[in-house]
Structures are given as C-alpha cells and as structure tokens.
C-alpha cells in the first residue's frame, strides 16, 4: 500500500521536529554550551524557532493520518525543510556556521526530498488514489 511509507515517514518527521523543537524551548543553553557555540543575547531568538518545529510536528502528525487527505500541506514541510537547510548549506559554504547546525540540515535535506516524493505520490483534489 502506498500511504504506509508515507504515514511512516510524517510520523518519523513529527517526533523529529517535536523534539527538536522541545529541546530548543527547554534546553537551548545546554546546546549552546555543549557544541561551544555563542549564545544569542535572548533566549526568545531560539525559543520561538523551538516553537515553530513543535507547530510543524502537529502538522506532520496531521498529515500522517490521511497524507491523501492533507497533501497541501506537505508543501508547508517543503518550504520548512527548503528554508532550513538552504541557510545552513547557504551560510556554510559563504561566511560559515558553527557546526552545530549542519548535522540538521542535511537530516533535513533528506526530509525535503522524501516529502516531495510523497506529496508527488498523493492524489490531488479530485483524483482518485492510485490502486496498489
């Protein structure tokens, strides 16, 4: 069945940004502190990018659950995981970035182009699904 690698994937993607997310709200400084890399002068400056992953895990939850039903909004996890990964791999390869970031960014790469792939993969609106 197709939906099932789909289903899987978001579920993945959901538990992936929702702690991320989780530790960026609650553990910043630990992070910071731990990969050596310079604090921001407010923690609000990490807390509300934390907050934005926990949004886009409930999103990623919604979508596991029917992503024939929900594939518009795969693409707001596209644009999520193009805008992420872009700056870091942007930032990288011109003025730099604490190494902290590119391990996530490549993850998210991965994310982006597995979306693309599912969202190619559901119906749109008024197509019938595909029979396996």
């Known amino acids: ?63 596991a659950r029917d992503p024939d039903a929900n594939r518009d909004l795969i693409a707001y996890g596209i644009g999520l995981k193009v805008s992420y990964s872009g700056l870091v791999f942007w930032y990288q390869t011109t003025t730099g970035v604490p190494a902290m970031w590119i391990p996530f960014a490549w993850l998210d790469l991965l994310f982006l182009v597995l979306f693309v792939v599912a969202r190619q993969s559901a119906p749109r609106a008024g197509e019938r699904p595909a029979m396996a």
């Open 1 to 63: 069945m197709t939906g099932d690698w789909r289903k899987t994937l978001f579920y993945i993607a959901a538990l992936y940004d929702g702690v991320l997310g989780l530790a960026f709200v609650f553990l910043w400084r630990w992070l910071f502190d731990f990969f050596d890399v310079t604090p921001v002068n407010h923690g609000g400056y990490v807390q509300f990018p934390g907050l934005l992953l926990i949004i886009f895990g409930f999103i990623f939850l919604r979508i």
